[in-house]
């Protein structure tokens, strides 16, 4: 007798799109449990500024790899890619389905696709390229990265320096490109991947984003960034909604400009998400509000 195949569905879309709730509604209709992978959502110390779910979304559908570490250590792609394989199968024991979700690309491409192993960065280069970046900017290394890795630039997180450092350190390390090393391996995979995306029309989109902003100015964002500035050194730090604040706390902008900032970035990193995922001609893209029809096409992919 022949073992019935397993499937892992993943649920992909720019933030504040609606993933958690269509997922939430997806696992209770397939019976089966949630794997975050969304790299700021793991972290204990970031709730307000990561839009995690709330305690009762949470109590309704068990989801894996929220809150389970502290920001005070590092967590990678590729580390990611281990763990979740690792709780992956053990959920496919004793169910069909597991869905996947977040805004992460790299993170659900570690899952999907797998990563080279990456090589052993020189220390030096490391010190070299922080120094660039503080004396040059991020300007002068988005245009070194550039020229050593276009396919890379095309889809880094542009506002993101550790991302951009990566890359380059890679490169200068290994004289090889960070992409080849993020694309030369497909592994063998026990599932069956079943990939959803989910869109807006690009203003309900960005009225979304201003508003989720605006509730997490109201639920204390500017207090959470406040009791991390010990920390802001921190890779998962250096992103939209805490970056923007951790300027406010240094005089650089006042509050009103450091939310207005927020929604701006937050709209730009909707786009380059939406760019990232465009790549896949395997995602099927949905409303989030058509959920029937997302059930179905699931059920289909199936039962092929």
Known sequence: MSLKPKYLVSIVGPTAVGKTALCIDLAKALRTEIISADSRQFYKEMSIGTAKPTELELSQVRHHFVDDRSIEVEFSAGKFEKEAMNTISELHKIKETVIMTGGSGLYIDAVLNGFNEMPEIDPEVRQDLNAKFENEGLEALLEELEKVDPKYYETVDKGNPHRVIRGLEVYLSSGEPYSSYRTG????????????????????????????????????????????????????????????????????????????????????????????????????????????????????????
Do not use: C
């Open 185 to 304: 391996r497909k592994p063998n995979r026990d599932f069956n991947a079943i990939k959803i995306g989910l869109e807006r029309p690009r203003e309900e989109l960005y009225a979304r984003i201003n508003q989720r902003v605006d509730i997490m100015m109201s639920q204390g964002l500017l207090d959470e960034v406040t009791e991390l500035q010990d920390f802001r050194d921190k890779q998962a730090l250096q992103t939209v909604g805490y970056k923007e604040i951790f300027d406010h706390l240094d005089g650089v902008t006042d509050l009103n400009e450091a939310v207005e900032l927020i929604k701006r970035n937050s709209r730009r990193y909707a786009k380059r998400q939406m760019t990232w995922f465009r790549r896949d001609n395997e995602i099927k893209w949905f409303h989030p509000d058509d959920f029937q029809n997302i059930l179905e096409y699931i059920k289909d992919q199936m039962k092929k």
